[in-house]
């Protein structure tokens, strides 16, 4: 996820149905496997890390266009039940609750490679030192990054789940969906798996089309003002129309608050600050040409304020779970507010686990991993890579127990105290500072998935060894084809991120907070440090404000990583989202039965579709030219 996983109100895997409290089937309810029931068979491996690997490259395009990642497990377990109900009639055994839950776990892993570095770090480190990763290179480094997240994964699991009982909803709601895949809601899941199939479809073909007729945002007409007699359209500032509907999908599956804040940040970033800033000459304005977006040189600029917000108001929510921090060390269940399903007793453990000698042999093994491909790829010195990767320890931890009560994985705070922590320890090196942070970051978004999934295996009666193998295969596939996917998606990184295109939002965050460290604010343009200070200020008190205000007024609290992230995007994206926010409220609110049960497939098809077509045809320009 990243990725500015607190920019939206995540949607916890492309889920079926929101999961509340009051929805939560208690855990002495849970579904259970039959006890003959085949479960580590080659064929849900297989299946896991081949759907992760292609599920990842729409994380990564996603990811690279608007800085959000999704979870794919429910999407997962739809698409693997799906294609082996057509083998069977073909004459294959039936793919059982147990392999797909395999399935799942194998491919939500794969899918969230890109938390590995893939839309931040790696393409930031680029951008700053112009080197790049070859295909085996990247591999290695993701790769190890998502082992090292199942190895603490496989160490916190009985504490969290079984000791401490730690919701982990998203894990319960893959369990729940498992169930009825696999049970009285067959046909009902059939009819979602056409939804997501012919959503995707739809929106391959939109973006094949669009592609032939060269479609790309049109301005809305107007002009504004930008000092000296001189006046900018608003194409110029970005403010459009875009007519991929990929934003569309993405803004329905977050919140209409998250929306409005959108729509609202990009008119004062773009329409009120974007030509004050022009006009006073601290940045440089694009060809006068009434059809040319400014994005490029604009947002070097406004990154500084936008950036500022989103980093401040991230750490700002995670100091607010500092209950969570100590519990993460000491243990204990969380107040008896939260879901009732952590306050009953919950099955045991049917299969076999990891042992002890085991998890102190991998333990080694991953630490000592680590430290040589940081060396290796990156001349990291080994003492600090062992040091990099016993902080991440500490901090995916944290990580996964935030997730466990929240169901929100603050990778990028991780990040961002990895960042402040080596940035003091080695003032000036950008590789150091980055490449550390993505250890933590990477590991900490495997950590919390591995632990959903664990849960979901929990409730079914699966067995923790098998999930962990099953995660480590969707690690790999993930690693090799994500790898891959963003080499051809991005094959000139310098020319082609921080553009119209691809703005790269996650990227702008890393990079910003390296060069700090490596520049120091001298480096910066005019104007950014004081419009830092006081994006920063406004990220902490919407931080606050957010989390303190009653329910009723906090629903009017602008979302501060949102409101960063209108001053990195494009306005006409922004729009897109908030369109997208308002289809969404609006079809819960009047259709709150067909969009539980059809809105997040068919968002999740179009999301899917637009980004496998845009991986279609840079591989196609590749062999073609």
Not at 295 to 302: D, E, I, N, S, Y
Not at 595 to 606: C, F, K, Q, Y
Request: proline letters at 6%; one cysteine or more; aromatic letters at 8%.
């Amino acid at each position: 996820m990243p990725v500015l996983e607190a920019a939206f109100s995540r949607a916890d895997g492309l889920g079926l149905s929101a999961v509340s409290p009051n929805d939560v089937r208690t855990s002495q309810e849970a579904p259970q496997a039959a006890p003959c029931e085949a479960e580590l068979t080659l064929r849900a491996v297989l299946t896991g890390a081949l759907l992760g690997g292609v599920l990842s490259l729409c994380n990564i395009y996603s990811g690279l266009r608007i800085g959000w990642g999704f979870n794919m497990s429910i999407t997962a377990a739809l698409l693997g039940w799906g294609i082996w109900s057509l083998a069977k009639a073909g004459g294959s055994r039936p793919f059982t609750k147990l392999e797909n839950n395999l399935n799942q776990t194998a491919a939500s892993a794969g899918a969230s490679i890109s938390s590995a570095g893939l839309v931040s770090a790696i393409p930031a480190w680029t951008l700053m030192t112009g080197d790049e990763l070859s295909w085996p290179a990247l591999a290695l480094w993701t790769g190890t990054i998502g082992l090292l997240g199942v190895v603490v994964g496989i160490g916190l699991r009985r504490q969290m789940i079984e000791v401490d009982r730690l919701p982990f909803a998203s894990g319960i709601a893959s369990a729940e969906t498992l169930d009825k895949i696999h049970g009285s809601g067959a046909e009902g899941a059939k009819i979602k798996l056409y939804a997501l199939v012919g959503a995707g479809c739809v929106s391959a073909a939109i973006k094949l089309l669009a592609h032939l007729l060269k479609l790309k945002p049109f301005g809305i007409p107007g002009t504004i003002g930008i000092g000296k007699g001189a006046r900018a359209t608003l194409m110029n500032l970005t403010i459009g129309i875009d007519p991929s509907p990929l934003m569309v999908a993405v803004g329905a599956l977050g919140t209409l608050r998250t929306g409005i804040t959108l729509l609202l940040g990009s008119l004062v970033s773009w329409g009120v600050i974007a030509p004050k800033i022009i006009e006073l000459g601290w940045c440089e304005r694009g060809p006068a040409q009434p059809d040319e977006a400014w994005f490029a040189p604009v947002v070097k600029w406004m990154l500084w304020p936008g950036v500022a917000m989103m980093v401040t108001s991230s750490l700002t929510s995670v100091a607010f779970s500092w209950r969570s921090f100590v519990r993460a060390f000491r243990g204990g269940r969380i107040e008896n507010d939260q879901p009732s399903a952590t306050q009953e007793e919950l099955p045991k453990v049917k299969g076999p686990d990891v042992a002890p000698s085991e998890q102190r042999f991998l333990l080694i093994g991953i630490t000592i991993l680590c430290a040589v491909t940081q060396w290796y790829l990156f001349a990291i010195p080994l003492w600090m890579g062992v040091f990099s990767t016993v902080v991440t320890f500490v901090l995916a931890t944290v990580a996964a127990r935030v997730s466990g009560e929240t169901t929100v994985t603050p990778v990028g705070a991780m990040g961002k105290v990895t960042q402040l922590l080596f940035g003091l320890i080695r003032p000036g090196d950008a590789t150091t500072n980055l490449m550390t942070a993505n250890v933590t970051g990477g590991a900490a978004s495997q950590t919390a998935d591995l632990l959903h999934d664990l849960k979901a295996g929990l409730l079914l009666g699966a067995s923790p060894r098998a999930q962990a193998i099953a995660q480590s295969a969707g690690v790999l596939g993930g690693a090799l084809i994500g790898s891959a996917g963003y080499l051809i998606l991005i094959p000139e990184p310098k020319r082609m991120l921080l553009t119209e295109d691809w703005p790269a939002p996650a990227v702008v965050t890393w990079r910003a907070v390296a060069e700090l460290f490596a520049k120091g604010i001298e480096a910066m343009p005019q104007g950014a440090i004081e419009a830092m200070v006081v994006g920063g200020a406004l990220g902490v008190i919407l931080s606050v404000l957010e989390k303190t205000l009653p329910g009723r007024y906090r629903l009017f609290v602008p979302s501060p990583a949102s409101l960063g992230l209108a001053f990195v995007i494009q306005a006409w994206t922004c729009l897109s989202l908030f369109v997208g926010s308002l289809i969404g409220w609006a079809l819960r609110r009047w259709a709150p039965r067909w969009s539980e049960a059809m809105l997040t497939p068919i968002a999740s098809g179009v999301v899917a579709g637009e980004s496998l077509m845009g991986v279609g045809i840079a591989v196609h320009s590749i062999f073609s030219s």
